[in-house]
């Protein structure tokens, strides 16, 4: 069963628009959520992250929300740039397994110039 | 400082062949991990580590072995290689209760 499901493949926004990124997760045991974005032919890099007892993080024009009821997390991007081309993936975490990393699919980010 | 550095980069198996992908960090990072991506799946969890000596089965282990003798180095091996083992699979570390990991460039596996 897929535990962490990105349920939009791609996204096209246009440069200085706003992206958001959704993510949704079925295991109320996860306790911490990271994104990260690949580049074609590179390995991901870590992106930003959130505890379960926090509901928003942000850091410069990366923010990411938390709705613990929902089982939800969103990643907005403002505002977005080309260079900001590329596959994000959500991940989550279970403070019991240590740092087993569970992902989602991914999605396809094209900031259009 | 090189971080998480894999080889080959590129690999072409025949089926029935085996190999070890390789994977070193420099970082001192206790945990280790195996990915494979494939497309819309995401990254799935092979086969982890926390520390030299311990390993663990993640999602979709069937077909590959590990071993963790030193805290620098986790190897994948596929034990005979299957058309279905062909992905692109990624190695990472992290410090020991930290939930970042660190990743590699990647290894693009083609089983014919």
């Known amino acids: 069963d897929q535990q962490v499901k990105q349920n939009s493949p791609s996204l096209s926004v246009q440069e200085g628009r706003i992206s958001i990124l959704n993510c949704d997760y079925t295991n109320s045991m996860f306790d911490y959520f990271l994104w990260y974005k690949k580049y074609p032919a590179e390995g991901p890099t870590f992106l930003i992250s959130i505890s379960s007892i926090k509901d928003k993080n942000e850091d410069g024009r990366f923010t990411v929300f938390l709705n613990k009821s929902a089982k939800h997390l969103s990643l907005h991007i403002v505002p977005s740039q080309p260079g900001d081309s590329a596959v994000y993936f959500c991940a989550a975490s279970e403070r019991t397994s240590g740092s087993r990393l569970t992902f989602g699919e991914g999605t396809q980010l094209t900031v259009n110039p | 400082n090189a971080g998480v550095t894999q080889t080959p980069k590129f690999q072409v198996l025949k089926t029935g062949q085996s190999m070890t992908l390789q994977c070193a960090q420099d970082?001192?990072?206790?945990?280790m991990s195996w990915y494979r991506q494939d497309p819309g799946m995401g990254l799935r969890l092979i086969h982890y580590?926390?520390?030299?000596?311990?390993?663990d089965q993640g999602e979709v282990p069937n077909g590959y072995n590990v071993s963790r003798s030193t805290t620098e180095d986790f190897p994948l091996r596929l034990l005979s290689a299957a058309p279905s083992q062909t992905s692109v699979y990624f190695c990472?570390?992290?410090?020991?209760?930290?939930?970042?990991?660190?990743f590699g460039s990647g290894t693009r596996l083609t089983v014919v």
């Open positions: 970082m001192n990072h206790e945990y």
């Open positions: 580590s926390v520390g030299a000596g311990i390993t």
């Open positions: 990472a570390s992290s410090y020991a209760g930290s939930y970042g990991y660190t």
